[in-house]
């Protein structure tokens, strides 16, 4: 059994979490985020969150490779269309 070094990674604006964790090289999204037990730390629910590697949305189940940096996005507080909206409307 291979393992394989990767960062398990949520951030709060002034506050990022960063886990290193060593894993099994046939382990997927889903696994690596349980293994962090990042969940737990932040106190966040993994079904309210999108998850991606180094800025790449991904699938919970895609297998991770060595070096990879697991990201738990935070839902957007504005859309970035309707601010660009606002601006646009106030340029007028």
């Known amino acids: 059994m ?3 070094n990767i960062q398990v990674v949520y951030a709060l604006p002034n506050r990022p979490t960063i886990i290193d964790c060593t894993v099994d090289e046939q ?3 889903l696994q690596a985020i ?14 309210e969150h999108l998850v991606g590697i180094y800025g ?3 699938e919970l189940n895609e297998q ?3 070096g990879d940096r ?4 935070r839902a957007l507080i ?3 269309k309707e601010i ?3 601006k646009a409307a106030l340029k007028k």
Request: aromatic letters at 2%; one cysteine or more.
């Open 2 to 4: 291979n393992m394989i």
């Open 27 to 29: 382990t997927n999204v």
């Open 34 to 47: 349980t293994k962090s037990n990042i969940l737990s730390i932040c106190k966040i629910r993994l079904d």
């Open 56 to 58: 790449k949305r991904c």
């Open 64 to 66: 991770v490779k060595d």
């Open 70 to 73: 697991i990201e738990i996005y």
């Open 78 to 80: 504005n859309d970035p």
């Open 84 to 86: 660009r909206r606002k």
